[in-house]
């Protein structure tokens, strides 16, 4: 069966710090990646996906960056954090187009 | 881009009562999916419709969708307070390999 990992579970980083989250997929090939962020109480802003390795697209322009090094792994970095930053961010897979998301268990981001 | 938008945003309703959630979206689509998030948890996927069908149940579930307005509702019959949780909606476009996008989410309390 298919797996998605996602770590840390939590986080407190000082402003301007580097920041890597991972995620990675069991169970399954050439999985459509995403990453999402939460803010407290509210929906889920799409931040990137990815279709195969070396593509990600970008939806919103910020301060972080997402790479795809290996089919079943995605990672989300920032040379320098803002206090903006903070949330909770998501991980999820699909299988293709028109397939429901699977979302790890996600990582609460805290900047101070 | 297009959005499912929950409405309401919150409800409380005691145990065994029923709970209807509604999403209302802007644009013409493949399907529409219902996800529940436990707090501080990711969001499992509960049921996808598509955009030729009406009404759909899974369990104590039942979803409809109206394509004329561009609306659906998520049914939760003979509530317990293990449903306490947030509902979202997400949309999947008609046009080719974009990502779902999410609604803001109904947080739904039931009361024991």
């Known amino acids: 069966s298919q797996t998605i990992h996602q770590w840390p579970a939590t986080l407190v980083q000082p402003v301007g710090s580097p920041l890597s989250l991972e995620c990675t997929v069991e169970g399954t090939s050439n999985p459509n990646l995403y990453w999402y962020r939460q803010a407290a109480g509210r929906g889920l802003q799409l931040l990137f996906y990815?279709?195969?390795?070396?593509?990600i697209s970008s939806e919103v322009p910020q301060n972080l960056s997402a790479s795809r090094p290996q089919d079943r792994q995605f990672i989300l970095s920032s040379k320098k954090l803002l206090l903006s930053d903070s949330g909770f961010y998501l991980c999820?897979?699909?299988?293709?187009?028109?397939?429901?998301?699977?979302f790890g268990n996600g990582t609460r981001l805290t900047v101070t | 881009s297009q959005q499912g938008e929950e409405d309401p945003q919150a409800l409380s309703i005691q145990e065994g009562e029923n709970a209807t959630m509604n999403c209302s979206y802007k644009t013409s689509i493949n399907n529409l999916q219902w996800y529940r998030q436990n707090s501080g948890r990711g969001l499992v996927h509960l049921i996808l419709?598509?955009?030729?069908?009406r009404e759909k149940h899974s369990g104590r579930l039942r979803v409809t969708l109206d394509t004329s307005k561009k609306s659906s509702s998520l049914l939760i019959t003979a509530s317990r307070a293990a449903d306490t949780a947030s509902y979202f909606c997400?949309?999947?476009?008609?046009?080719?390999?974009?990502?779902?996008?999410f609604g803001k989410g109904t947080r739904l309390s039931v009361i024991a």
């Open positions: 419709i598509r955009s030729n069908e």
């Open positions: 999820a897979w699909t299988g293709g187009q028109g397939s429901p998301l699977h």
């Open positions: 990815s279709v195969g390795i070396g593509q």
């Open positions: 997400a949309t999947d476009a008609l046009r080719g390999n974009t990502p779902l996008v």
